[in-house]
């Protein structure tokens, strides 16, 4: 099928399912081996970046449309999940599909409602469809080597800041590292989100407080450096402190 | 008019102004005399606790619509304003009017879109008008008493959550405190939104930590207590502590 028809089909099915006027944007984090990326979908008809988005249905909740659109988009299922800004500037969206009519969906004014997750990136298959050429993994330290449609770039930045500020208050890593990891693994992962390096001592005071870590009875081995002690999360107290905050008066 | 054409007419006029399916809530926490409160509206045609509210325009921004909606429902200009969840859920307002045609403006679905503002209440000067009967501050730690339309309850629930994560992260006190204030009325302020005692000399310690006050040369006299210390907000620190964070990594 030309894009054209496609894009043309796709609008008068939009109408028919989706409450007009919302959408909704992913901002999916992946961590591995010390890089905090994005996951983005390069669509065919511009060749520009897009995250995965979608619409809300007109019975649907909206933090159901959330996990619905990561599913189909990401293939992702039963992870964390969490709105955290709208996106309603005017004219953010209505200029995007300039060469159709008016009444096409796309070319509506959409309100977009971010929800970002956080994700260990090797347990992520997105699959490209009809409209998308590929997907990838932007880094977020370097977005600006990117062609990226619209304000996404925007939603991934804000997302960001969303999560440096959870970070102060919230614990973090739990999905994001192996289930066995070393304290040098967890710094790396607090140092990746907030792009600066941490003094070492103070990290290490500071996650002990907190008391969500368990101490294993096994060090890791191998490589050129020393063995280091292994440590996995105490969940009962991980969820408390998530409950309950880190940094509380 | 009677309430009922009144409502019609509304309705016409809304499908010519707004963006459907959108709608913006504003939860304005107003601190005076050490209590946190709410503004709300009492409605006439039913007798029910609503937020400050309204719509969003066809052209408008959506925070440029959130400052409109203030000012014209609060009388409230040049505050602290800013969007901290969005309520969605299918049902949460479509059944509202149930005596009226299913056409009415009122009676779509909406995705609301919170804000929350922080006042000194005796700043604040709202208005009745044709369709409220009066405006109170409801007691943010007593909201059961009173009678509260759809989920109104819910979204002042999570502001006040997510206040109470702010100051986990973000200097407070600003425009909520008069100029000069005691470390007594501070500590008050944070206990007050925490809705829990602080111990005293921790408050005192992290406070002063943050370097966002300055040590006025002048006593608080008068009344049963003894002399306290004055102090104001350093306001260059104050901005560069709400920047970056006063709990950072």
Redesign the interface.
């Known amino acids: 099928m030309n894009p054209h028809k496609q894009i043309l089909e796709k609008s008068v099915e939009s109408y028919e399912l989706y409450?007009?006027?919302?959408s909704i944007d992913t901002v999916i984090f992946g961590f591995s081996e010390n890089e905090l990326k994005v996951l983005a979908i390069k669509m065919k008809f511009n060749q520009q970046w897009f995250l995965p988005g979608g619409y809300?249905q007109?019975?649907?909740?909206?933090?159901d449309a959330a996990v619905r659109i990561l599913s189909q988009r990401a293939g992702v299922t039963n992870i964390f999940l969490e709105?955290f800004?709208?996106f309603?500037?005017?004219g953010r969206s209505e200029d995007f599909f300039a060469d159709y009519e008016d009444s096409l969906w796309h070319k509506q004014?959409f309100?977009s409602?971010g929800y970002y997750a956080l994700v260990n990136y090797h347990n992520v298959s997105p699959k490209a469809d009809e409209m998308s050429e590929e997907f990838d993994w932007l880094d977020v330290n370097n977005l600006d080597q990117y062609s990226i449609t619209m304000d996404h770039k925007e939603i991934i930045q804000k997302a960001l800041l969303t999560l440096r500020?959870r970070?102060?208050?919230k614990p973090i890593g739990y999905n994001l590292l192996p289930e066995k990891f070393t304290m040098t693994e967890l710094q790396k992962l607090?140092e990746t989100i907030?792009g600066k390096s941490?003094n070492r001592g103070n990290?290490y005071r500071?996650i002990k407080n907190m008391g969500i870590l368990t101490k294993l009875n096994e060090l890791r081995t191998g490589g050129a450096h020393k063995a280091q002690e292994l440590y996995s999360f105490n969940k009962e107290n991980y969820e408390k402190a998530l409950q309950d905050?880190v940094?509380?008066?």
Chains 1, 2 share one sequence.
């Open positions: 409450l007009p006027h919302i809300l007109k019975k649907e909740h909206i933090d709105e800004a709208v309603g500037k005017y004014r309100v409602i500020e970070i102060t208050y607090y907030l941490l990290f500071k905050g940094n509380s008066w």
